[in-house]
């Protein structure tokens, strides 16, 4: 069974940092690019930045460029989210999840970890 | 970007009925390689999103074929027949044929 489960979140200052962390399990991590995806409160689902399945190439979504960085770790089947200089308009729910190659969508979610930017 | 517009908004519908969602696209989603990447996800409440359809029209694995999906282009539908009461949450079309990836606003199913 296909498993994300994400760690990290919390309450942050504006500008300050924080990561996030996600253990995938159920499936071979280094055949996958992984993705992160937001959700603002009450808001819908936008997407953050995805990771090929090396780490090689990454893409991101313009208002994280700079500020946010995505990794991961293949022998330890972990993808993580490095944001920096966060703003209040970080604030949201942040889901791993699959990318695939037959697709191109999101096919497994983890169950999510917000993050709240505020003073 | 593509933008991706939903409509409506909001649904009502009765169990066992059926409805259609819309989902238009601001540029073909037709990819270099031949292939549209045009995918559904239902988020029930209080839940991550789930795939449901991709490539306009596959299912995903263990998806209902009370789920169909159908367009081409800029134009895509997701009807669902025969309502049951775990339907019902918010729909959202994505598009995977190129970056940014980028979502619908959703259309909320609810329960007439």
């Known amino acids: 069974e296909v498993q994300l489960v994400e760690s990290g979140g919390v309450l942050v200052q504006p500008g300050r940092s924080m990561k996030l962390s996600c253990a995938a399990s159920?499936?071979?991590?280094?055949?996958?690019?992984m993705a992160w995806v937001r959700q603002a409160p009450t808001k819908g689902l936008e997407w953050v930045a995805t990771?090929?399945?090396?780490?090689?190439?990454?893409y991101y979504r313009d208002s994280v460029k700079g500020r946010f960085t995505i990794s991961r770790d293949n022998a330890k089947s972990t993808l993580y989210l490095q944001m920096d200089s966060l703003r209040s308009e970080d604030t949201a729910t942040y889901y791993c999840?699959?990318?695939?190659?037959?697709?191109?969508?999101?096919?497994?979610w983890g169950q999510g970890v917000m993050v709240t930017v505020s003073s | 970007d593509v933008v991706m517009t939903q409509t409506p908004v909001s649904l009502s519908v009765s169990l066992g009925g059926q409805v259609s969602i819309s989902c238009r696209s601001s540029?073909?989603?037709?990819?270099?390689?031949?292939?549209?990447?045009l995918s559904w996800y239902l988020q029930k409440p209080g839940q991550s999103p789930q795939l449901l359809i991709y490539?306009?029209?596959n299912r995903f694995s263990g998806i209902s074929d009370r789920f169909s999906g159908s367009g081409s282009g800029t134009d895509f539908t997701l009807k669902i027949s025969r309502v049951e009461p775990d339907d019902l949450g918010v729909y959202y079309c994505?598009?995977?044929?190129?970056?940014?990836?980028?979502f619908g606003g959703g259309t909320k199913l609810e329960l007439k």
């Open positions: 999840t699959r990318e695939t190659y037959y697709g191109y969508n999101f096919d497994y």
């Open positions: 540029q073909s989603l037709v990819h270099n390689n031949g292939n549209t990447y």
């Open positions: 490539k306009v029209s």
């Open positions: 990771i090929s399945t090396s780490g090689g190439s990454t």
């Open positions: 159920g499936f071979t991590f280094s055949s996958f690019p």
């Open positions: 994505g598009q995977g044929t190129q970056y940014p990836r980028t």
